[in-house]
């Protein structure tokens, strides 16, 4: 049975900026509630920047849930510089983007995603530690990560073809406490060393 949790869910999500000054908590118009995450994550949520990921693809539960997270402050807020559109060159964060969203809004970004690919980043690895990382991702995290991590239907993100920079980020943030691991998640984490976390990211960035 396919789980529905967020265990290594949050690794794969991030930033998701958007713009206060432009975004309308109650909007109805899809285009002016995406249009900053359009000028951080990229077209489609394809993001070419790799310490912001690509959302495009998660299922609409995974986007939501994040979204949530951010809004009640439940996740790391790191201030980050968008890399294009209106407000190019601004820093923000995602509790900012998130604080003044409605459930209804949230909901509507995150089917719009939801329907969008996921497309996977071209970047460098290395093919003798991903194969290793495919063993240690087979042992610890495919039930909870169909396909290498890939499949949408976990609701738990993906890290197949995900931005390396971006998840190793992420897995530092489980290790100093900066985020909460999820109690299904915690046991695997733990028992990781640096060489299998490395290794880890070596397969999730050879995917093409």
Known sequence: MKQKTSTLAFLCMGVMLNAPIIIDAHAADIAKLIAP????????????????????????????????????????????????????????????????????????????????????????????????????????????HEDGGSSPDDDAGILAGQWMPYLEDQFKEYASGKRILPEKMKPKMEKLSQDDIKALLNYYGSFK
């Open 37 to 144: 995450c359009e000028d951080c994550h990229g077209k489609g949520g394809a993001s070419k920047v790799p310490e912001i990921p690509v959302i495009g693809g998660f299922s609409a539960i995974y986007t939501a849930d994040t979204l949530a997270a951010y809004k009640e402050k439940q996740r790391v807020c790191k201030d980050v510089k968008y890399p294009s559109g209106a407000h190019k060159g601004e820093t923000s964060n995602m509790c900012k983007a998130a604080e003044n969203l409605s459930d209804e809004d949230a909901n509507l970004i995150a089917e719009y995603y939801a329907d969008k690919p996921f497309v996977r980043v071209t970047q460098s690895f290395d093919a003798g530690l991903a194969e290793t990382g495919k063993g240690i991702h087979n042992l610890n995290c495919k039930k909870c």
